[in-house]
């Protein structure tokens, strides 16, 4: 027996990873569709201003649940085990669904990059920022165009990878590690998008520095990443591929769950202001009974946004409903910062307040 083998005993071959793997992709998926669920309720009932990202999230939410599904499907037919403990006759099968799980896990990566690109869109609409969006766009989806033939023809024919044809394959080193630095660069490109934003406004450094913690939480999907492609290296090098396979599939759907929940973030600020906003404006509307002053709430069109609240915000044309819980400072629960610098009120998105004097009797 060569020196790269292991003894092949009985306790070797029954070691089984798939237990704890089945749990790991089960709780981050899950994970990941509770942030979504909550991230719809805010936007579509609370916020009601249910916009293309959000949809698309939910589009690639749905594509992680089929990731996950083809993962699991992946780890039935022998990933997680050794690679002498499985029955030859289904290594067909566990290499037909690693393509299938490979390929739907890119889409799914690329639906969260569109998701976030259509976010910073609404967010800042000035032309500009909407012509890096769209070279993005064009390159992610060039990028995902890439990753599929890669993964479609590397081997002729396809069924050369199992074993089914005769055939020339590219070979996993090659696959694995172009597919991931690609990834990797997309991701990276996301997650400096936003910085433009946050370098625009007007705001002290501590202002900045929290914005910046909020739009480029993406920087967790960028780590997982990396961890998927240190997971690659002993399933490339060693024999024995398979049983590092549950790891490799544990990460991949660790990095899509990690993306929808980053992306999904943002968003959730509008559940916490819209609480906020209807505990504060239940004391505001005391306050008018008792004679202080009557505010008037009054519903603006959709297409009066702005960029920011600030000084010099920037007006431009909402493409999605408005109609978001106010607070009576002035702040809607779209706005993600408030210029500082300003001494007049700017309601974004929603809402105009007017507030006037009443007396009694006259």
């Not at 009066?304 to 920037?314: A, V």
Request: charged share 15%.
């Amino acid at each position: 027996m060569s020196a790269s083998t292991p003894q092949l005993t009985p306790a070797f071959l029954a070691e089984d990873r798939r237990p704890q793997a089945r749990i790991g992709i089960t709780v981050v998926t899950a994970l990941s569709a509770l942030v979504v669920l909550v991230r719809a309720y805010a936007r579509g009932c609370l916020i009601r201003s249910f916009g293309w990202d959000d949809g698309l999230i939910c589009v690639a939410m749905l594509m992680n649940i089929v990731v996950m599904a083809l993962s699991l499907q992946v780890l039935r037919y022998g990933a997680g085990l050794h690679i002498w403990a499985i029955d030859p006759a289904q290594a067909p099968m566990l290499y037909k669904w690693l393509v299938a799980a490979q390929l739907v896990y890119m889409i799914a990566l690329w639906m969260c990059r569109i998701s976030g690109l259509a976010f910073y869109w609404r967010l800042n609409p000035m032309p500009q920022f909407q012509v890096y969006l769209r070279v993005s766009f064009a390159f992610v989806t060039a990028v995902l165009v890439a990753q599929v033939l890669i993964i479609a023809l590397q081997c002729i024919p396809l069924a050369a990878l199992w074993g089914g044809a005769d055939g020339t394959c590219m070979g996993s080193k090659t696959v694995f590690i172009s597919t991931a630095a690609m990834t990797i660069i997309c991701d990276s490109i996301i997650l400096l998008l936003p910085l433009k934003i946050v370098f625009s406004i007007h705001a002290n450094p501590a202002r900045k520095v929290a914005l910046s913690v909020v739009l480029c939480f993406g920087v967790f999907a960028v780590m997982t990443s990396v961890c998927r492609i240190v997971a690659m290296i002993p399933a490339i090098k060693q024999a024995d591929a398979t049983w590092y396979f549950s790891v490799v599939m544990v990460w991949s759907d660790t990095e899509v769950s990690t993306a929808i929940i980053a992306l999904s973030l943002p968003a959730l600020k509008g559940l916490v202001g819209a609480v906020a906003g209807s505990t504060h404006k239940g004391s505001s509307h005391a306050e008018s009974h008792s004679g202080s002053h009557d505010l008037q709430l009054h519903t603006v069109s959709p297409k009066e946004s702005h960029l920011f609240q600030g000084k010099h915000p920037y007006q431009r044309s909402e493409i999605y409903p408005s109609d978001v819980y106010a607070r009576s400072d002035g702040e809607s629960e779209e706005a993600l910062w408030v210029d500082e610098d300003s001494r007049a009120i700017h309601v974004q998105n929603t809402v105009r307040v007017s507030v006037s004097d009443r007396v009694e009797g006259v």
